[in-house]
């Protein structure tokens, strides 16, 4: 399995109660980010879990959580909480 394909399973999965605490928690600490999930996402529907992958940045060693969903793809915006700071396309 290259890493390509293993990381485009999700690493583990977390509550709706911790997905919302580590946006927050990203939210205050990055300047933008707020601005990034207001414009570029719509807001999520009510679930129970929601999935976690491993960030995909070399050497970065942060986790993607759900931010929202992507406006006009059929795709979730996630924040890495690691080093590179970055938000993907799932
Ligand atoms: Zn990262």
């Known amino acids: 399995m290259t890493s390509n394909v293993s ?3 999700p690493y583990t999965s977390e509550s709706e109660t911790d997905r919302a605490a580590h946006i927050a928690a990203l939210v205050d600490a990055r ?6 999930i207001a414009t570029e996402t ?9 999935w976690v992958w491993k960030c ?3 050497g970065c060693q942060g986790l993607l959580h759900v ?3 992507a ?3 059929h795709a979730l915006l996630v924040v890495c909480d690691g080093t590179c700071a970055k938000t993907f396309l799932r």
């Open 71 to 73: 406006r006009d793809l």
């Open 42 to 50: 719509t807001p999520l529907d009510a679930n129970d879990r929601w």
């Open 56 to 58: 995909p940045t070399s």
């Open 7 to 9: 990381q485009s399973y």
């Open 31 to 36: 300047d933008n980010l707020a601005t990034t």
């Open 67 to 69: 931010a929202g969903y």
